[in-house]
C-alpha cells in the first residue's frame, strides 16, 4: 500500500509534459524491464522534460548529467580525491545511480569524450555490471537502475555520432516538435500567456523550422517559444520579446536575422 501511495505521489509532483503519442507507456514498460533507453530528436523538443516527469511518475531518483566535450568516464563513475588529509574515494552519478537503483539520464551523449561509451556498453546488456577499474570492484545495477541517454541526430557531423554497435543496445524512441494542437497548451500553461496571443507564436514557430537547412541550422525550439510568450506576459512588446528569444537565439548573421524579422511581420503585422 505505501509503495503505491508513494508512486500516486511521484506523479501528483511530476513536471508537466503533455503525452504526444506512447512515450509514456513505453519508458514504463521499458523500466519494469530493466531496458536502457535512447531519446532521439532535435533541441528543446521535449526530451529531459520528460524524463524527470517519468522519474517523478515512477519515483524514481534521477541523475542528469549534461555532456560536454570535456566529460570523461571518470566524471561518470568516480575518482579519488582528497579530504581531510586521506584520499578516499567518491562515485560518480553513474556509479550512485547503479548502486541506488536510480534513473541515470546523459543528455547529449554523443558530446561526451569516447572512453563514456565504453563504460555504458556492461550496463546495457543481460551483465548489467558496472567494471570500477580503480577499485577493483564490479557492481550489479540493483533492481530500478535505468539508464537513458538522449542525442540530436540532426545536429551531429560524423565525428560526433553514436556506433551503431551502441545504439544497438538501446530501446530508442523518437521525439520531434509537437503539433500545434500540443505545442500551444503547453506553452499557455508554462508561460502565462493567453491562447490566443500564444498561437500566433506557434505558427512562427513553425515558419522557422520549415527553414532548418536553408537559412538555419536549427528550428526555434518550444523551450524559446515558451521565453518568449513569457516575456510577453510580463508587457514586453511582442516584436522585442520574438527577437529576443525567437530569432537572436538562431542566428548571428545579419541578413539572416532581417529576413527573420520579415516573416515576423507577415505573421503578426
Not at 4 to 17: H, I, S, V
Not at 76 to 92: A, S
Not at 97 to 113: K, N, P, S, T
Not at 256 to 267: E, H, N, P, S
Request: charged residues 25%; proline residues 6%; hydrophobic residues 40%.
Amino acid at each position: 500500500m505505501d509503495g503505491n501511495l508513494n508512486t500516486l505521489e511521484g506523479a501528483a509532483n511530476a513536471p508537466f509534459y503533455l503525452p504526444t503519442g506512447d512515450e509514456c507507456e513505453m519508458f514504463t514498460a521499458a523500466s519494469q524491464n530493466n531496458l536502457p533507453v535512447l531519446l532521439k530528436g532535435p533541441t528543446g523538443c521535449g526530451k529531459t522534460r520528460f524524463v524527470a516527469h517519468m522519474a517523478a511518475k515512477l519515483n524514481r531518483k534521477l541523475y542528469t548529467v549534461a555532456c560536454h566535450d570535456d566529460l570523461s568516464a571518470s566524471d561518470l563513475i568516480g575518482r579519488y580525491l582528497l579530504k581531510g588529509g586521506e584520499t578516499i574515494w567518491v562515485d560518480g552519478p553513474l556509479t550512485r545511480a547503479v548502486r541506488e537503483g536510480a534513473i541515470c539520464y546523459l543528455d547529449e551523449v554523443v558530446e561526451a569524450r569516447k572512453d563514456v561509451t565504453v563504460v555504458l556498453h556492461p550496463l546495457t546488456d543481460d551483465r548489467r555490471i558496472l567494471p570500477l577499474d580503480r577499485t577493483g570492484e564490479e557492481i550489479e545495477a540493483t533492481d530500478g537502475f535505468m539508464l537513458v541517454a538522449s542525442y540530436n541526430p540532426g545536429y551531429q557531423n560524423i565525428l560526433k555520432t553514436l556506433k551503431p554497435s551502441t545504439r544497438q543496445r538501446f530501446v530508442s524512441m523518437e521525439f520531434d516538435f509537437p503539433t500545434p494542437a500540443f505545442e500551444i497548451p503547453v506553452v499557455v500553461r508554462e508561460s502565462g500567456l493567453d491562447e490566443e496571443r500564444v498561437k500566433p507564436l506557434v505558427r512562427l514557430a513553425n515558419k522557422l523550422r520549415d527553414l532548418k537547412g536553408q537559412d538555419l541550422e536549427e528550428g526555434v525550439s518550444t523551450r524559446l517559444v515558451i521565453y518568449a510568450a513569457t516575456l510577453i506576459a510580463q508587457g514586453m512588446p511582442v516584436e522585442r520579446a520574438i527577437l529576443a528569444a525567437m530569432i537572436e537565439p538562431l542566428s548571428d548573421d545579419a541578413d539572416v536575422k532581417r529576413g527573420l524579422l520579415d516573416l515576423v511581420t507577415a505573421i503578426f503585422g
